[in-house]
């Protein structure tokens, strides 16, 4: 049959190639946008300081790792995986990063290329237990995350990293982070969360991604290279990590202790399903994650503003997911009746 | 007229299988023998270096029962995720070291601040427990949430309800502190001359959550619906079972489960501490790694209390020797490699063994 | 293929397979449950690979160790389940492995201009092209799964059951691609356990037992017994003995039951000792009414009388309750419970049963209780502790069945109580559904297998289209029922 198809202009009456993609943003990503607008310009007249530049730009900064990482466990809980080990992986890349520019005052490309490296192996390690080892995501990156604390503790040495020096601080909050007013590890953020947003519209392998979350073994025989693509999803995540260990190296002070990373699983996580993606996998993305990312940065900021105590912002996560989740599941549900 | 032949199935001829043969594809493919396996494994390598001098301290049998104090809080948090996990449907509960945390002031608040009594007290805690476990059911099987995510934002509302009530600070009043007695380790009635005195806890906590999980899960019709559920909640629909009160349950002892857990935590740390189950990575983590260990298979359906309180006691002994093998801070490190290597190892080992042999236990 | 075996742990699928196909042929193979044909199609689509024997495509040996071998030498394979990305479009589904690239892109147009005469040929609406695929009916599925088999360039198709979720009018249209594709010389494999839709589409059938090939066969030379007589080694009935219950008051009365667009004003009686056959093609609402009766689904109008009372059930609990117990149509999904023992799998029908003191486990009781089971249904197990993953389709659905039997059932639905059931087991349902009918039990077949519903039904209801189109007593013939269920002529649309 396809051989009598094969290169043909489209006839008169083809649907336009805009309508055969998936809509360009979807209900969640529209919903996120709003609240976000709502709570900024209700926290705005709350605080008249938090539509100031000295409080939205270090927003900005903040969000910038969350959202990073956020965009590997995009690609990851799209083919129905998932990574909790993500915040041992920060632990480990920023002290490699940070103990190796003490010792030997390497620049910041170097530094940079480090990080990533040793987050790209670390998620290599990922990435081929879960697709060669076939055994659940969540028990390999629980059983990861320990071995990784492990190996990050040990090189902390039970004390703190000191005198971290400021090669990094083109990424951080101070002047030194911005042109033109716009931080450099946020920009650095929309342009990896733009090329993942192509990647995963436009690019074969990227819709390969969602084939896989939706049903991995229809995957496998439609041909699907499905176990190399798993890999790749995980070592994404982890040359992320490594990316956002460097901002968060540089949003901190010289001294690097190793409360670093604790946690940092779970706001990803919550950021990435705010933002609207699937946890059972095929459907899922980007601008969401950056969406929820920013979301859950507004509560801790604002919250901080209002002076009301700081525990309040991990109730409010906890509402904000329910909330988003939520509404996902009714408007799945109604679609799925029509 | 009709004929039909009755056929056999055609299996390839079975060799005879030696006892050898036979006793390393149980310990492959049965948990529980791989489990007792490494324990005896690891207490045999532990003495060995205990006599060789090479510990720090003495592991001995009164170390050893010493060390039990903390499987009490680990092995009952292990049964609460067993609980959900056989629910099915992703079932897992990443809040219990959250309910930990809030059971605990309010704990604190009704046997130190309010003194409502001891048993008035454990009372309202479990209820406390309960209740939030409900939250997580009504989430999951009413609305339909995947767990991971409503027990992930329940984890952020607990912990910082916890901490909002508390005032950030722990209670620590004189009733508290006396209530250290609880974690005490006594010297069993009877026979315990000779043996060494084991924390009390696990006679007062551990062992009635563990008996009474084994009874429900084993003995009654809605540890068969848990089950059933677990295999297969389509199936366990058509088949009349009400899915959604039977994993709503699930959840809801979860929770009670670990508002028992934060009496225990009161007792072992004579103060209860808004952090108590949230503190560095949490007690979810290792509560879901002792299931995992023990067996469970994380898409439901298959688990047991024997395996919960296996994985446990591995874990807490080898955790004790490792702490005496390396000094300070070196061994808490050592026991997440330990950890996370036991996880992969066993997980790994369990699925190359079921292609071979078949389906575990 | 030749001299393929194929060994699983210590059980031998295949024991010696030979299959040799021809080009622009319909070449249908047939077995028996656990016969191997599942077997010996993954092992040509790449998805297995043999113990021994060898492979040749045009005399020329090959060794397929993948399915991407297999794509690439033009094996194309649609299983039952369609194997679809419920998230992705159409487009998405048929181009996934094979998209239209421009550089690293993607090229839309280009996919959607190949779309639109492989969505005419099948016959859905070009609208459809970028709806997510989860939202299709499953008909629609299997159609798009079979477009996505045919646009892969295939010249050998392997079809694995394809009619058993289509409706009449859908068959026909599978079968008209399957004629197109031979002209053009694309050999097609097709497996079914429809004996009788054999004869209008292959043109050579080879019968597999006991996992081996038996010989191949023209299909001239064949009728259906004969081939069920190959597959089976034995002989095998037809028809009960006609009898009547006019005199009696009905179990069950269907007065005017409306389900939303689905059925409309249904009425039926099935009396104690009768066995009332339900006979509709997929979509026509006959599954809806076995649903309405088990509390599944809730009627919208009309009412339920069940044993002279009127009746509404919330819930299957409530109609097991009423001695209401029903078999359903998807074994694997929904109802078996795969790695648990047979002993489960039967007591979770009615664990009160188990249970003297309330809520508690009798496992004495319990183990009684199946093996008692156990041996009258004939369920062929050295002891009720198996896991039923390990069991064939018809012992599993033997198993299945126990489970409604566990209190003698005042009325027993069976919704396709024999799909994927080997010949002899099939033989011996029957045979236990009448032997219940004797007993009493009302009893309620819905079924698409045509011959079956003659043969084990008292009575005939033709359900089409959310109505009841016929009725039919003893006597009828194959032929009455399927005109009074398509009704119209078939290719008029695709549902």
Same mark, same amino acid.
């Given at each position: 049959?396809?051989?009598?198809?094969?290169?043909?202009?489209?006839?008169?009456?083809?649907?336009?190639?805009?309508?055969?993609? &998936?809509?360009?943003?979807?209900?969640?990503?529209?919903?996120?946008?709003?609240?976000?607008?709502?709570?900024?310009?209700?926290?705005?007249?709350?605080?008249?300081?938090?539509?100031?530049?000295?409080?939205?730009?270090?927003?900005?900064?903040?969000?910038?790792?969350?959202?990073?990482?956020?965009?590997?466990?995009?690609?990851?809980?799209?083919?129905?995986?998932?990574?909790?080990?993500?915040?041992?992986?920060?632990?480990?890349?920023?002290?490699?990063?940070?103990?190796?520019?003490?010792?030997?005052?390497?620049?910041?490309?170097?530094?940079?290329?480090?990080?990533?490296?040793?987050?790209?192996?670390?998620?290599?390690?990922?990435?081929?237990?879960?697709?060669?080892?076939?055994?659940?995501?969540?028990?390999?990156?629980?059983?990861?995350?320990?071995?990784?604390?492990?190996?990050?503790?040990?090189?902390?040495?039970?004390?703190?990293?000191?005198?971290?020096?400021?090669?990094?601080?083109?990424?951080?909050?101070?002047?030194?982070?911005?042109?033109?007013?716009? &931080?450099?590890?946020?920009?650095?953020?929309?342009?990896?969360?733009?090329?993942?947003?192509?990647?995963?519209?436009?690019?074969?392998?990227?819709?390969?991604?969602?084939?896989?979350?939706?049903?991995?073994?229809?995957?496998?025989?439609?041909?699907?290279?499905?176990?190399?693509?798993?890999?790749?999803?995980?070592?994404?995540?982890?040359?992320?990590?490594?990316?956002?260990?460097?901002?968060?190296?540089?949003?901190?002070?010289?001294?690097?202790?190793?409360?670093?990373?604790?946690?940092?699983?779970?706001?990803?996580?919550?950021?990435?399903?705010?933002?609207?993606?699937?946890?059972?996998?095929?459907?899922?993305?980007?601008?969401?994650?950056?969406?929820?990312?920013?979301?859950?940065?507004?509560?801790?900021?604002?919250?901080?503003?209002?002076?009301?105590?700081?525990?309040?912002?991990?109730?409010?996560?906890?509402?904000?997911?329910?909330?988003?989740?939520?509404?996902?599941?009714?408007?799945?549900?109604?679609?799925?009746?029509? | 007229?009709? @004929?039909?032949?009755?056929?056999?199935?055609?299996?390839?001829?079975?060799?005879?299988?030696?006892?050898?043969?036979?006793?390393?594809?149980?310990?492959?493919?049965?948990?529980?023998?791989?489990?007792?396996?490494?324990?005896?494994?690891?207490?045999?390598?532990?003495?060995?270096?205990?006599?060789?001098?090479?510990?720090?301290?003495?592991?001995?049998?009164?170390?050893?029962?010493?060390?039990?104090?903390?499987?009490?809080?680990?092995?009952?948090?292990?049964?609460?995720?067993?609980?959900?996990?056989?629910?099915?449907?992703?079932?897992?509960?990443?809040?219990?070291?959250?309910?930990?945390?809030?059971?605990?002031?309010?704990?604190?608040?009704?046997?130190?601040?309010?003194?409502?009594?001891?048993?008035?007290?454990?009372?309202?805690?479990?209820?406390?427990?309960?209740?939030?476990?409900?939250?997580?059911?009504?989430?999951?099987?009413?609305?339909?949430?995947?767990?991971?995510?409503?027990?992930?934002?329940?984890?952020?509302?607990?912990?910082?309800?916890?901490?909002?009530?508390?005032?950030?600070?722990?209670?620590? @009043?004189?009733?508290?502190?006396?209530?250290?007695?609880?974690?005490?380790?006594?010297?069993?009635?009877?026979?315990?001359?000779?043996?060494?005195?084991?924390?009390?806890?696990?006679?007062?906590?551990?062992?009635?959550?563990?008996?009474?999980?084994?009874?429900?899960?084993?003995?009654?019709?809605?540890?068969?619906?848990?089950?059933?559920?677990?295999?297969?909640?389509?199936?366990?629909?058509?088949?009349?079972?009400? @899915?959604?009160?039977?994993?709503?349950?699930?959840?809801?002892?979860?929770?009670?489960?670990?508002?028992?857990?934060?009496?225990?935590?009161?007792?072992?740390?004579?103060?209860?501490?808004?952090?108590?189950?949230?503190?560095?990575?949490?007690?979810?983590?290792?509560?879901?790694?002792?299931?995992?260990?023990?067996?469970?298979?994380? @898409?439901?359906?298959?688990?047991?209390?024997?395996?919960?309180?296996?994985?446990?006691?591995?874990?807490?002994?080898?955790?004790?020797?490792?702490?005496?093998?390396?000094?300070?801070?070196?061994?808490?490190?050592?026991?997440?490699?330990?950890?996370?290597?036991?996880?992969?190892?066993?997980?790994?080992?369990?699925?190359?063994?079921?292609?071979?042999?078949?389906?575990?236990? | 293929?030749?001299?393929?075996?194929?060994?699983?742990?210590?059980?031998?699928?295949?024991?010696?397979?030979?299959?040799?196909?021809?080009?622009?042929?319909?070449?249908?193979?047939?077995?028996?449950?656990?016969?191997?044909?599942?077997?010996?199609?993954?092992?040509?689509?790449?998805?297995?690979?043999?113990?021994?024997?060898?492979?040749?495509?045009?005399?020329?040996?090959?060794?397929?160790?993948?399915?991407?071998?297999?794509?690439?030498?033009?094996?194309?394979?649609?299983?039952?389940?369609?194997?679809?990305?419920?998230?992705?479009?159409?487009?998405?589904?048929?181009?996934?492995?094979? *998209?239209?690239?421009?550089?690293?892109?993607?090229?839309?147009?280009?996919?959607?201009?190949?779309?639109?005469?492989?969505?005419?040929?099948?016959?859905?609406?070009?609208?459809?092209?970028?709806?997510?695929?989860?939202?299709?009916?499953?008909?629609?599925?299997?159609?798009?799964?079979?477009?996505?088999?045919?646009?892969?360039?295939?010249?050998?198709?392997?079809?694995?059951?394809?009619?058993?979720?289509?409706?009449?009018?859908?068959?026909?249209?599978?079968?008209?691609?399957?004629?197109?594709?031979?002209?053009?010389?694309?050999?097609?494999?097709?497996?079914?356990?429809?004996?009788?839709?054999?004869?209008?589409?292959?043109?050579?059938?080879?019968?597999?037992?006991?996992?081996?090939?038996?010989?191949?066969?023209?299909?001239?030379?064949?009728?259906?017994?004969?081939?069920?007589?190959?597959?089976?080694?034995?002989?095998?009935?037809?028809?009960? #003995?006609?009898?009547?219950?006019?005199?009696?008051?009905?179990?069950?009365?269907?007065?005017?039951?409306?389900?939303?667009?689905?059925?409309?004003?249904?009425?039926?009686?099935?009396?104690?000792?009768?066995?009332?056959?339900?006979?509709?093609?997929?979509?026509?609402?006959?599954?809806?009414?076995?649903?309405?009766?088990?509390?599944?689904?809730?009627?919208?109008?009309?009412?339920?009388?069940?044993?002279?009372?009127?009746?509404?059930?919330?819930?299957?609990?409530?109609?097991?309750?009423?001695?209401?117990?029903?078999?359903?149509?998807?074994?694997?999904?929904?109802?078996?419970?795969?790695?648990?023992?047979?002993?489960?799998?039967?007591?979770?029908?009615?664990?009160?049963?188990?249970?003297?003191?309330?809520?508690?486990?009798?496992?004495?009781? *319990?183990?009684?209780?199946?093996?008692?089971?156990?041996?009258?249904?004939?369920?062929?197990?050295?002891?009720?502790?198996?896991?039923?993953?390990?069991?064939?389709?018809?012992?599993?659905?033997?198993?299945?069945?126990?489970?409604?039997?566990?209190?003698?059932?005042?009325?027993?639905?069976?919704?396709?109580?024999?799909?994927?059931?080997?010949?002899?087991?099939?033989? +011996?349902?029957?045979?236990?559904?009448?032997?219940?009918? #004797?007993?009493?039990?009302?009893?309620?077949?819905?079924?698409?297998?045509?011959?079956?519903?003659?043969?084990?039904?008292?009575?005939?209801?033709?359900?089409? +289209?959310?109505?009841?189109?016929?009725?039919?007593?003893?006597?009828?013939?194959?032929?009455?029922?399927?005109?009074?269920?398509?009704?119209?002529?078939?290719?008029?649309?695709?549902?």
């Amino acid at each position: 049959m396809s051989t009598n198809l094969k290169s043909r202009a489209p006839a008169a009456g083809t649907p336009s190639p805009r309508k055969m993609l &998936p809509r360009l943003v979807t209900g969640q990503e529209i919903v996120l946008i709003g609240i976000i607008s709502v709570l900024w310009i209700l926290l705005g007249f709350l605080t008249p300081a938090f539509l100031t530049p000295g409080s939205i730009l270090p927003l900005l900064v903040a969000v910038a790792p969350i959202a990073l990482i956020g965009v590997g466990m995009t690609f990851v809980i799209i083919t129905a995986g998932i990574d909790v080990s993500v915040g041992a992986m920060l632990m480990v890349s920023a002290v490699i990063t940070a103990q190796t520019m003490v010792a030997t005052g390497i620049s910041l490309v170097p530094a940079l290329l480090l990080s990533i490296a040793v987050g790209a192996l670390l998620g290599l390690v990922n990435g081929f237990l879960v697709a060669y080892g076939k055994i659940h995501a969540i028990i390999i990156t629980f059983g990861t995350a320990n071995i990784f604390l492990f190996i990050g503790l040990r090189l902390f040495g039970s004390s703190t990293v000191n005198g971290v020096p400021g090669t990094f601080d083109v990424f951080g909050r101070g002047a030194a982070g911005r042109t033109l007013g716009i &931080p450099h590890s946020f920009a650095i953020t929309l342009v990896v969360v733009a090329v993942a947003w192509w990647y995963l519209r436009h690019a074969a392998s990227g819709r390969h991604l969602f084939a896989i979350g939706g049903n991995a073994n229809a995957a496998r025989l439609a041909g699907i290279n499905v176990k190399p693509l798993v890999l790749m999803t995980y070592v994404i995540t982890g040359a992320l990590v490594g990316l956002a260990a460097c901002f968060v190296i540089a949003q901190g002070t010289s001294t690097l202790d190793q409360s670093v990373g604790v946690g940092r699983e779970l706001s990803v996580i919550a950021a990435v399903v705010i933002g609207g993606t699937s946890i059972l996998g095929g459907r899922g993305s980007v601008l969401g994650t950056l969406l929820g990312a920013i979301l859950v940065q507004t509560v801790t900021s604002g919250v901080t503003q209002l002076g009301w105590p700081s525990q309040l912002s991990d109730l409010f996560v906890g509402a904000a997911i329910i909330a988003a989740v939520g509404t996902d599941i009714v408007r799945e549900r109604s679609r799925r009746k029509s | 007229m009709t @004929t039909t032949a009755l056929k056999q199935p055609d299996t390839a001829p079975q060799r005879k299988e030696s006892l050898g043969y036979r006793a390393v594809r149980m310990l492959l493919t049965q948990r529980i023998a791989l489990l007792g396996l490494l324990t005896v494994a690891v207490l045999a390598v532990m003495v060995s270096l205990n006599s060789a001098g090479a510990l720090s301290g003495s592991y001995d049998a009164d170390y050893l029962a010493a060390a039990l104090i903390s499987a009490v809080p680990l092995a009952m948090l292990g049964l609460a995720e067993l609980m959900v996990i056989l629910s099915g449907r992703g079932g897992i509960d990443l809040s219990v070291g959250a309910i930990v945390s809030l059971c605990g002031i309010v704990f604190g608040y009704s046997y130190g601040v309010w003194n409502l009594g001891l048993f008035l007290s454990i009372l309202i805690t479990a209820a406390a427990g309960a209740l939030c476990g409900a939250l997580n059911g009504f989430l999951v099987a009413y609305i339909g949430f995947p767990p991971l995510i409503a027990t992930l934002a329940t984890f952020y509302a607990f912990k910082s309800l916890a901490l909002i009530i508390s005032g950030q600070k722990p209670i620590s @009043t004189v009733q508290i502190q006396d209530f250290f007695s609880a974690a005490q380790s006594v010297e069993i009635p009877l026979i315990g001359q000779n043996l060494p005195n084991i924390p009390l806890g696990i006679f007062t906590f551990l062992i009635p959550t563990a008996a009474l999980v084994w009874v429900l899960l084993n003995r009654t019709t809605f540890g068969r619906r848990l089950f059933a559920l677990g295999t297969n909640d389509v199936a366990a629909a058509w088949a009349g079972v009400d @899915t959604r009160s039977n994993r709503m349950t699930a959840y809801v002892i979860s929770g009670l489960i670990s508002g028992l857990v934060a009496i225990v935590t009161v007792a072992q740390f004579a103060s209860a501490r808004p952090d108590a189950g949230v503190s560095g990575n949490g007690m979810a983590l290792p509560a879901i790694t002792i299931a995992v260990l023990g067996g469970v298979a994380i @898409t439901g359906g298959i688990g047991r209390v024997s395996g919960i309180l296996l994985a446990t006691l591995l874990v807490v002994w080898l955790n004790a020797g490792i702490l005496l093998a390396f000094a300070g801070n070196e061994g808490t490190q050592f026991q997440l490699l330990a950890l996370g290597l036991l996880l992969i190892g066993a997980s790994l080992l369990n699925n190359l063994t079921r292609k071979k042999f078949g389906v575990l236990n | 293929m030749r001299g393929i075996s194929k060994n699983y742990g210590g059980v031998r699928a295949i024991r010696q397979a030979d299959l040799t196909v021809q080009p622009g042929t319909v070449h249908a193979l047939v077995g028996e449950n656990g016969a191997g044909k599942s077997t010996l199609i993954k092992i040509l689509a790449g998805a297995e690979q043999p113990d021994t024997g060898t492979i040749e495509f045009d005399g020329k040996p090959v060794t397929i160790t993948s399915t991407t071998d297999a794509i690439r030498l033009g094996v194309q394979t649609v299983y039952q389940e369609p194997q679809l990305f419920p998230d992705l479009s159409i487009t998405e589904n048929i181009f996934v492995g094979r *998209e239209i690239k421009r550089g690293p892109r993607v090229d839309w147009a280009a996919q959607a201009a190949q779309i639109q005469e492989l969505l005419d040929m099948i016959g859905l609406p070009h609208k459809l092209a970028t709806a997510p695929v989860g939202d299709l009916s499953i008909a629609q599925q299997q159609q798009v799964s079979i477009a996505k088999a045919v646009a892969g360039d295939a010249s050998i198709l392997i079809l694995d059951e394809p009619s058993a979720i289509l409706t009449d009018a859908e068959i026909n249209v599978l079968f008209s691609i399957v004629r197109r594709l031979t002209q053009r010389g694309v050999a097609v494999i097709y497996i079914s356990h429809r004996l009788d839709e054999l004869f209008e589409i292959a043109d050579t059938v080879t019968v597999m037992r006991d996992g081996q090939t038996l010989d191949t066969y023209d299909i001239q030379d064949l009728t259906v017994t004969k081939i069920a007589e190959l597959m089976v080694g034995g002989i095998v009935t037809e028809q009960r #003995e006609p009898r009547d219950f006019h005199d009696i008051d009905p179990t069950l009365e269907l007065q005017n039951i409306d389900y939303g667009q689905l059925l409309h004003g249904i009425n039926l009686q099935v009396r104690p000792g009768e066995i009332l056959g339900l006979y509709g093609l997929l979509g026509s609402g006959v599954a809806e009414i076995a649903e309405t009766v088990y509390g599944m689904k809730q009627p919208t109008g009309g009412q339920m009388i069940y044993r002279g009372k009127p009746m509404v059930n919330k819930g299957p609990a409530e109609a097991r309750r009423r001695g209401i117990t029903l078999v359903p149509a998807n074994r694997s999904a929904q109802g078996v419970f795969s790695f648990q023992s047979i002993r489960f799998n039967i007591s979770i029908g009615d664990l009160a049963k188990l249970s003297p003191l309330k809520g508690w486990v009798n496992k004495r009781r *319990e183990r009684d209780i199946a093996l008692d089971l156990i041996k009258r249904l004939g369920v062929k197990t050295p002891n009720e502790n198996q896991p039923i993953s390990a069991m064939s389709g018809g012992n599993a659905q033997k198993v299945v069945i126990a489970r409604q039997l566990l209190s003698t059932p005042k009325l027993l639905v069976l919704a396709e109580p024999t799909q994927g059931v080997d010949v002899g087991a099939k033989e +011996e349902i029957h045979r236990l559904i009448g032997q219940l009918a #004797e007993s009493g039990t009302a009893v309620l077949v819905v079924t698409t297998d045509l011959s079956e519903v003659l043969r084990i039904s008292d009575r005939v209801l033709v359900v089409r +289209e959310g109505s009841i189109a016929a009725e039919f007593g003893p006597g009828a013939t194959q032929v009455d029922i399927l005109a009074a269920a398509s009704g119209a002529v078939p290719t008029r649309k695709a549902s």
